[in-house]
């Protein structure tokens, strides 16, 4: 039981410090000047349109994923 807790330990460090850099790794909401200069939201762009196939959606899905798996194996240790 403790080989799992352990591991179970090590994964989930893994996990945290693999969160803290993709969030950090993700860009604002806010457009800044930029957006105020453009005048426009930038809802219907093509970028905004099409942005779960760049590399903003990739890391926007795999913090939902690591996020959920942060939690599960919150939940996981407090029960072991």
């Known amino acids: 039981m403790e080989k799992i807790r352990a591991i179970t330990i090590i994964i989930y460090i893994l996990i945290c ?3 803290s850099v993709i969030v950090l790794m993700q860009e604002g909401e ?3 000047l930029s957006g105020a200069i453009g005048g426009g939201t930038g809802s219907d762009t093509y970028w905004s349109k099409n942005k779960g196939r760049s ?3 990739a890391v926007e899905k795999a913090t939902k994923y ?3 798996l942060f939690i599960a194996l ?6 072991i």
């Open 17 to 19: 410090v693999a969160l």
């Open 30 to 32: 806010s457009d800044g």
């Open 55 to 57: 590399k903003e959606g």
């Open 66 to 68: 690591l996020a959920f």
């Open 74 to 79: 919150s939940v996981v240790l407090n029960l």
